[in-house]
């Protein structure tokens, strides 16, 4: 990586104060006899126990190291299978990064994390206070999804997006993704032979995506490069960099990081959402959409509540309080927390606030979305 970021990098990673999250993949943890890479394990713990600032792990591989462990070949057929491989898999996972933390003279905690632990503002505040604790004492966090419960649409799907958002949570500095690449890079490398490395990324606009669109998911982890892009997106508009580097190879990824500065790094937002726009911002699972005219989008963009009169239709089945999407003709512009569950914002639609009394029975609070409860995505 080029100056000017590959030094501060490296004297965060190795000296920083703040916190660390490291997300780790599933094909990083498994080597190709099935059996886990308990060495390259212990070399990161011993990298990283020295550090003074606090460190979080989001370990992948549970599944892949339960489906060794049952002798199932290929990727679960069933959901059930997965499951069970999980359970099987995240016990010895646990246990081997306990060790080799323990080594090393660190304690570790595992913390399994549903989708809703985090959508929720109550269940993520609650998180948050015990991973604090956790980090007040020393102690490494060693994170996954909850694999053995969470199921199809309730899924945070990928440990990308989970470290992310562990990352806001935590208030991290650097979120560092360690995968099987090198890094992004300006076309697919497995299939143009002299494509570039990119070792920063400013901004995350459309090119970048459209970049990160040729790359597929590894062989055992479920993301590819997409889920990467949208996790630094989570954590970038945070103010949380993320740091995108190579962990294949028995070379230990931090020291290697250090010495050849290859990989990407995708800068922070210059400026990040406050705290409870970043949770809003970060939330995963919207249960209904709002159509919104073209006066209601304009009104978004100026920092506006969402009024009932801009709102052309509803659909889904969603209570007071929950996450809706935001949809305008061009497609969605952001989300929030509704108001109103979906009967009631569809008796109010096209309205205006005078009449909400004579409509539902109550006289209701103003907006639909208030500015305070939505996000824009351009943010
Ligand atoms: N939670 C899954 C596991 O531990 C991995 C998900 C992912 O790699 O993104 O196997």
Redesign the pocket.
């Known amino acids: 990586m080029s100056a000017p970021s590959h030094p501060a990098l490296r004297d965060f990673l190795l000296d920083g104060t703040a916190p660390l999250v490291i997300k780790i ?2 094909s990083l943890m498994i080597g190709e006899d099935g059996a886990p890479r308990r060495q390259w394990m212990s070399d990161l713990a011993r990298q990283l126990a020295g550090r003074p600032g606090p460190i979080l792990a989001v ?8 489906r060794s462990a049952l002798g199932i070949a290929d990727r679960p057929a069933s959901l059930a299978e997965a499951q069970a ?2 359970a099987v ?2 016990i010895r ?1 646990a246990g081997i990064w306990s060790e080799a933390w323990a080594d090393c003279g660190r304690t570790a905690a595992q913390v399994l994390l549903s989708l809703d632990d985090l959508e929720n503002r109550g269940r993520y505040l609650n998180a948050r206070n015990t991973i604090e604790t956790l980090l007040a004492r020393g102690v490494v966090p060693i994170i ?2 909850n ?1 053995t419960v969470a199921t199809g649409e309730i899924r ?5 997006r ?1 470290g992310a958002r562990v990352a806001l949570l935590a208030g991290a500095d650097l979120l560092l993704l360690l995968s099987d690449v090198d890094g992004l890079f300006d076309a697919d490398p497995r299939k143009v032979p002299d494509a570039k490395l990119i070792p920063e990324v400013p901004v995350i606009d459309a090119g970048v995506e459209a970049r990160a669109g040729a790359a597929e998911a590894t062989g ?4 590819g490069m997409v ?1 990467k892009l949208a996790a630094a997106r989570i954590a970038t508009s945070g103010g949380c960099p993320v740091l995108l580097a190579d962990g294949s190879g028995d070379a230990e990824p931090i020291a290697r990081f250090c010495e050849t500065g290859t990989g990407t790094c995708f800068h922070a937002a210059e400026k990040p959402l406050v705290r409870r726009k970043q949770w809003l911002r970060s939330l995963q699972h919207s249960a209904g959409t709002l159509h919104l005219d073209a006066g209601a989008v304009a009104a978004l963009d100026r920092g506006a509540s969402l009024l009932a009169s801009g709102i052309r239709r509803v659909d889904g089945d969603f209570r007071r309080g929950d996450l809706v999407e935001l949809r305008g003709s061009r497609g969605t512009v952001g989300q929030g927390l509704c108001g109103y569950d979906a009967v009631d914002a569809a008796r109010i639609i096209g309205r205006h606030s005078s009449e909400f009394e004579a409509l539902l029975g109550y006289a209701g609070r103003g907006p639909v979305v208030h500015r305070d409860d939505l996000i824009l995505f351009e943010c």
Not at 59 to 66: D, M, P
Not at 156 to 160: A, H, I, K, Q, R
Request: aromatic letters at 6%; zero cysteines; glycine letters at 24%.
């Open positions: 993949g599933s370990s992948s591989g549970a599944i892949a190291l339960g491989a999980a898999g995240q996972l996954n999804e694999d945070f799907g990928d440990n990308d989970l055992f982890g479920t993301g889920s």
